[in-house]
């Protein structure tokens, strides 16, 4: 029996507690609405509302197309249910099923940029939910319809198919029968199977089945080689129980009457049933070379453990993305909706499905250039039976399918606009990418590479424990937690985490062996500061950060977060006399602000109060040093409220001094200044100056004093709506991160990743 293969296991697992509280933390929910235009002033709302308004209102009544010139319609997506099928859990109401919707709203912009909004309908009555949906079209650009059960489905798209105007597309049916499509014509190749004369078996004859099986008979199988089976068994002609128009259009000739029949010998088997539904026996009847898309979610058919438990020939897909080869629509849906509402076509036709069909399974046999590789979890991933399908964080997916989708919709007459430069085009959908999770996807996955030791300081405090429970669950390395067992214990029971698992390793400091050797190298460093050998004893036995710290210095720990419950400036006092600058550099804080598709270092968020010319020129180059190992080419902007000598002043003159010093230095990253934000920020604005030296706008921003860079980040974060990540520490001997009093367990995993990231390979 073959030992299933590392890859085959659950990356990342999340306990329900974890699901519960990600979706609880801070808003409720997983979107919110933000206005893309001022509404500060009087002019701002004359603009905006009355009596402004009225003029694109008069606009669009005499031309329904300038509605995409005016209005948010042509960005913006339904997603709408009643969830009669959520998932694979069946008939649990339109209320249940709204977290999957806000899911799939979010997807919609975090992977295409598209704007969505969930609309749970409260009916399983069809003309109902017809009635409800079919006068929705002016709002809308298109109709995402999901998890809607079967046979409704197929009436209820078809019927808003034909009363409204812009793509309604049931995303269980078509959606997963692309992405389907896509895998098992990459599976079949690598199985070196003709379509036509390949035997497959569907579990399950609802919405997503009748729709696979449609598109692959589409595609060339033969009907008579594609059985379809649902919990009464194998579709046949001639049976009565549990049908259907739609199943019946797929009732085979046959004698099997059983899964379990229908399975013996069969290349294919397609799970869009329910989680289980697939036993080893089954399994193992199957063709030589077998694949085994078990697509049920949140548990598939059968898990990748049991089928290599069972065989090791076996292609494998789930619906799942902690598994290698992901067959899910979530690779469909935000890029098909994205082609379609860039050329605001009317429907999203068959040309268009078989378009992103292909574009999806060709972008699996391409090379992955080297920015992509940390997508695939720092593996080059090669077209092979581990590999048939691109992962959801493919950033080539953007570009890809949108273009093949805003093709076929052309060629086929359903556009309403026409996009004559594609290659332009593709370009632009880059752009649209999400550099958030880009950034953070690469650190993570260089981490899990690498995995790490870090000591978690304030692991008695609970958002630690979480932090701490999920940096080892994401197999980032090993989280140690540092404090009293007995109050790490009741803490995590309170809370419901289990601490018994893998990864996880308490240390208490007042038992531990290593004590006498911290308080040696404590004393050794701090005697000929005032420092008694018995301070240093005190510090190591009762203060968890020169404990932590020194774990690190003494190479008992990779790295460091704390900061939970003390402020900044006293847990770096406390980090600094356990760990020294590393050689030839300054300690500064720098902040990641990711802010509408732009990612900014600035610098220096949390040590030089007012530094001197040559503090900033250090400062410089730390920031820019933290951007290059962060995957950024830096372009640095040394800050002021002046630009290149306008207006003058003392503040400014310190700014164009440390410009001079980096000149001398010879540094080896653009840097230009002094100038203004807005400057340094806004290619246009840049352009007035041609002389500056600056390739394009600032991806690092050195700001004049401590207190200019504090209250600008913490402006963005919250009236600019960025995310602000860190002060990062960089220019210690060790890496060490100290989060802000109060945050919360994603920002503690955060920067436990950072430090991880920070102690390298
Ligand atoms: N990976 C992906 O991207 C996607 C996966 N899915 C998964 O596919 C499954 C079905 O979803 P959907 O089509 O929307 O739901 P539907 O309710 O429309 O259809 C469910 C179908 O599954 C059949 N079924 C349920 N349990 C069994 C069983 N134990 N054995 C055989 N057949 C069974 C039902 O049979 P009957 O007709 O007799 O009631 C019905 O035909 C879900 O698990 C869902 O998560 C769906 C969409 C996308
Ligand atoms: C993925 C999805 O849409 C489903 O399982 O229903
Ligand atoms: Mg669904």
Redesign the pocket.
Known sequence: MPDIDKKDRPVTSVTDQEALDFHAMGRPGKLEINPTKPMATQRDLSLAYSPGVAVPVKAIAADPQTAYDYTARGNMVAVISNG??I??L?NLGALASKPVMEGKAVLFKRFADVDSIDLEIDTENVDEFINCVRFLGPSFGGINLE????PD?FVIESRLRELMDIPVFH??QH??AI?AAAGLINALELTGRDLKTTKLVC???????IACVELIKAMGFAPENVIL????GVIYQGRTE?MNQW?SAHAAKTDTRT?EEAMKGADVVF????KG?FSAKMIRSMAERPIIFA????DPEITPEEVARIRDDAIMAT?RSDYPNQ????LGFPYIFRGALDVRASTINDAMKIAAVKALANLAREDVPDDVVAAYQGNRPRFGSQYIIPVPFDPRLISAIPVAVAQAAIESGVARKVITDMPGYARELSARRDPIASTLARLYERVRRHPKRIVFAEAEEEQVLRAAMSYANQQLGTAILLGREDLIRATAERAGIDLNRPGLEIVNARLSTRVEAYIDYLYARLQRQGYLHRDAQRLIHNDRNHFAATMVALGDADGMVTGITRNYSTALEDVRRCIDEKPGHRVIGVSLALCRGRTVFVADTAVHDMPTAVELADIAEEAAGLARRMGYPPRVAMLAYSTFGHPSGERSERVREAVKILDKRRVDFEYDGEMAADVALNRKVMEQYPFCRLSGPANVLVMPAFHSASISTKMLQELGGSTVIGPILVGLDKPVQITSMGAKDSDIVNMAAIAAYGAGS
Not at 229 to 232: A, I, R, S
Not at 271 to 274: A, D, N, R, T, V
């Open positions: 009669t099928a998932l694979g069946g998890d809607i059960k079967a489905c995303d269980d959606g997963t992405i579990n399950g004859a609802g919405a997503a089945a089976c649902d919990t009464k549990g199943k899964l799970g869009l049933s329910q539904a697509m049920a979610n949140p619906g067959v899910n629509n979530v």
